[in-house]
């Protein structure tokens, strides 16, 4: 009995021993830790951790926010855009291949394959040329091929841009201007389609919408695609505002160089060496 007593008292002191208190419990479902122990003013203490499991649920959790952060910036950025049937069938793989729009091809192809360099050095376009030959379709293109890579793009027409952002005034929920033109600014790829097709009023408030998205543009040192039926000429005509300054032509040309399509791409003396950057993707 006295024995017995010796190892109870014995077994008692051991329970009642710090290093056995510092156990850590352990996650039933994953078999890892819950807890840690730190060193704390030279005393051990137990403090809680995540364990596998736990760790993975948050990291899920977080994607799944970052994710939805992401739906909800491209929701908006839709909002702004033309989203319509021939917009979602304009795509590379679509492509009706010919001997005249093989270029065409190449081009979008390689600013889409080229992007990271488009987006760094800030490299937009003005793609020129006849009617009908499928300028819209090649700009819808490279909007669909970056949009399916996680790219924000932006892809509007002039006409719908400007009809927009009437249509914003005094409209309650609708985007107001202001923050129509943010979307713009914040997109990292804008592409707007048939610029100069727009009927430019007396006011020449069309004329400043589309002067305040390239200008924007502009400042936020982010590419900019036009599409135009217009020879350069004729866009600066149509460009020049009411108080006859080309202001809003010559911000379009330092960040889109003009390409002539149907045609090799034609060097202009303005902005150059961004030209010269998108005709060596063509070589
Ligand atoms: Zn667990």
């Known amino acids: 009995m006295e024995a017995v007593n010796q190892i109870l008292v014995q077994m008692d002191q051991t329970i009642s021993t710090p290093t056995l208190d510092l156990v850590c419990n352990i996650c039933p479902k994953c078999g890892t830790p819950t807890e840690h122990i730190v060193k704390l003013f030279g005393k051990k203490k137990k403090v809680g951790v995540n364990c596998r499991c736990k760790a993975l649920e948050l990291q899920e959790k977080e994607e799944l926010e970052r994710y939805q952060e992401q739906m909800r910036k491209l929701e908006r950025l839709r909002a702004c855009s033309l989203m319509d049937e021939s917009f979602k069938n304009s795509k590379f793989e679509n492509w009706e291949h010919t001997a005249l729009n093989q270029k065409m091809f190449e081009l979008g192809k390689e600013y889409c394959d080229n992007w990271e360099k488009m987006k760094a050095e800030n490299i937009g376009m003005t793609i020129w040329g006849d009617t009908g030959i499928g300028k819209t379709y090649l700009s819808f293109c490279i909007a669909n091929e970056l949009l399916s890579k996680g ?115 034609r060097r202009q003396a303005i902005g150059v060496k961004k030209t010269a950057i998108l005709g060596s993707l063509l070589n």
């Open 151 to 265: 790219v924000s793009v932006i892809a509007t027409s002039s006409i719908n841009l400007i009809n927009q952002i009437y249509e914003s005034y005094g409209r309650v929920g609708a985007l107001g201007e202001v923050e129509i033109i943010r979307q713009f600014e914040h997109a990292s790829l804008v592409i707007i389609d048939d610029l100069g097709a727009e009927h430019n009023g007396k006011s020449g408030k069309e004329k400043q919408i589309i002067y305040s998205v390239i200008d924007a543009r502009v400042r936020a040192k982010k590419p900019l695609i036009i599409t135009t039926n217009l020879s350069t000429e004729q866009l600066r005509n149509k460009m020049v505002g009411v108080d006859g300054v080309e202001r809003t032509y010559d911000r379009m040309m330092e960040i889109c160089p003009p390409v002539k399509v149907k045609a090799e791409p």
